[in-house]
């Protein structure tokens, strides 16, 4: 029998279901949305977690003009009283999910062209209905005009989505619903490429006047990665309730959970084995363990465990908060890349954008999918850890890119080093180090962190772990190999100007303190010393 085929790069919902491509049911969200009766509501979810695909099935479901029976056909909110509401109310759909550009005029031209769009498919709906020569008729028709003509200044279109949903309430006599997706990607790119100023006013009135005060307006859902300008947009909303990735509300409904997971890879005859599990599992949302539903649909195409989530995302925030983090940070970080959780102080009401510390930026990682929590302490406190091999392969990528180093670079010189090229490992690590002095010169403890951070895409292949007591001491790094063919190795470091004698020390502290102390078989002792550009590694081989 042929099999249905994956829905890569399609989040369409009617799409999905029309053309018969794999679909997992998702529809008792429908239900959910109806029961909680949330006038303003955000749901915080990672990039690739389903967020278009699940507002478009909302957008079907409610559509007043559709009749969406057959795309619903034998999902499980049709078992449900809700789907007597099926086709009830007008909605309004937008999604920003593609608004991104380098000028506040570029971006507004892209904002413009999602709504005029919506304008014309209700103008289809209202032509004929619109009396002529009402004031309603012109000011309806000079939106249009306005969304159309590229010259159009922000100003002139702060009440476009207010004045729409005026209109159709008008026309239906029932309140729309209004449901914006990733309607963060704009105010992210405007800070991203720093017009935020120019806009952050307008960004601010055309949220808040059709989500605020606006008696057309039924319901809003909007979606994105973060709470973004709380003190602009949010204080602009009717106390909007705001679900993060902590929050039980919604929590089934972004990724797959596991028995989803399990019976997606079987039915493409694969498997759910631990493999799997390390490399895309870890998430956990409101108490449910998920998985990245784009990875496992690329995985069950591909066959091969390859980060494909990553490939996905240009986060700038993540990469801006790492460059400019404090001691605590690397601190904590240190502990995260070898696996293991920690306890922070975290807040994910604020984005990192609006104030920049320690706790916003624990927030951010968590918001974007980069960790997740595993216990919630209280209400300031929570366990986070790293979720899986895919993102600790990006921390990798972040790390390379942070300190200048060349992603090619890092991937030869592990692929050296786990070949025992101990030539081919130094010749491109000391490259790495001059492009990097910059970062080093820094931070303190850096070539120690940039090496850890470097290590990050090995789990799997190899037990991280760092200033580890062994023997009679404590190692700098200690890489303890999981794989047969592959040696186990310890790095010692050591900063000073006379790099030759400071090699040697870190080797000999190595062999005097019987760092290998509890590996076996071959077992490769660096010593490596570095005094701003310059270094000198040594090293000795051992079979244990």
């Not at 309004?92 to 031209?109: H, P, Q, R, S, V």
């Not at 694969?270 to 390390?278: A, F």
């Not at 403890?445 to 007591?469: D, Q």
């Not at 076996?520 to 270094?535: D, S, T």
Request: hydrophobic share 40%; charged share 25%; aromatic share 12%.
């Amino acid at each position: 029998m042929l099999k249905e085929m994956l829905p890569i790069g399609i989040d369409d919902f009617e799409k999905i279901r029309k053309n018969r491509y794999y679909y997992v049911d998702k529809s008792l969200m429908i239900k959910d949305f109806i029961e909680m009766k949330d006038e303003v509501a955000l749901v915080a979810r990672p990039r690739r977690f389903g967020k278009t695909l699940n507002m478009t099935m909302l957008r079907e479901f409610f559509d007043i003009s559709k009749n969406s029976k057959e795309l619903f056909d034998g999902l499980a909110v049709m078992e449900t009283e809700c789907a007597r509401q099926m086709n009830s109310r007008p909605v309004i759909f937008l999604t920003f999910k593609n608004c991104k550009a380098k000028t506040a005029d570029e971006l507004l031209e892209l904002m413009k062209q999602e709504l005029y769009l919506e304008y014309l498919r209700y103008e289809e709906r209202l032509r004929d209905w619109i009396k002529p020569g009402s004031y309603g008729e012109r000011d309806f028709y000079e939106m249009i005009e306005r969304l159309r003509n590229p010259e159009t200044p922000s100003v002139h279109l702060v009440s476009s989505l207010r004045d729409l949903t005026q209109i159709v309430k008008q026309y239906y006599q029932i309140a729309p619903i209004l449901l914006i997706d990733e309607y963060d990607q704009p105010v992210m790119s405007s800070y991203e490429h720093d017009y935020h100023d120019e806009l952050g006013d307008f960004f601010s009135t055309f949220y808040g006047s059709a989500m605020k005060g606006n008696s057309a307006l039924g319901q809003a859902l909007i979606t994105g990665v973060q709470r973004v300008a709380k003190e602009s947009i949010f204080s602009q909303f009717n106390n909007p309730q705001v679900y993060t990735v902590m929050d039980k509300e919604y929590a089934p409904y972004f990724g797959l959970n596991e028995e989803e997971t399990k019976e997606l890879l079987e039915y493409y005859g694969l498997k759910l084995n631990q493999d799997v599990r390390n490399m895309y599992d870890g998430y956990r949302i409101g108490g449910i363990d998920i998985y990245n539903p784009w990875s496992i649909i690329n995985y069950a195409k591909r066959e091969v465990l390859d980060n494909f989530w990553v490939k996905t995302s240009a986060n700038f925030l993540v990469k801006k908060g790492m460059r400019s983090a404090e001691a605590n940070f690397w601190d904590k970080f240190e502990t995260l890349i070898l696996g293991e959780p920690v306890e922070v102080w975290i807040t994910l009401d604020t984005s990192f954008v609006e104030r920049e510390s320690l706790y916003s930026l624990w927030g951010l990682l968590v918001n974007a999918g980069y960790l997740t929590v595993t216990e919630r302490i209280d209400a300031q406190t929570a366990v986070i850890r790293i979720p899986n091999g895919e993102v600790m392969a990006e921390f990798q990528l972040l790390m390379a890119e942070i300190s200048g180093v060349d992603g090619l670079d890092l991937k030869q010189m592990f692929s050296c080093l786990l070949n025992k090229d101990m030539d081919g490992f130094f010749m491109l690590y000391q490259k790495i180090v001059i492009s990097s002095t910059s970062y080093m010169d820094a931070k303190e403890n850096a070539y120690h962190m940039l090496f850890l951070g470097m290590c990050a895409a090995l789990r799997g292949t190899y037990k991280v772990l760092s200033n580890m007591e062994a023997g009679y001491g404590r190692s700098d790094i200690t890489m303890e190999s999981l794989k047969a063919g592959y040696p186990s190795i310890i790095v010692e470091f050591k900063q000073g100007e006379d790099v030759d004698k400071l090699k040697e020390e870190a080797l000999q502290q190595i062999l005097n303190n019987q760092y290998y102390a509890g590996l076996n078989g071959e077992v490769i002792c660096v010593g490596l010393a570095h005094h701003k550009k310059r270094c000198k590694m040594v090293y000795k081989t051992l079979n244990i």
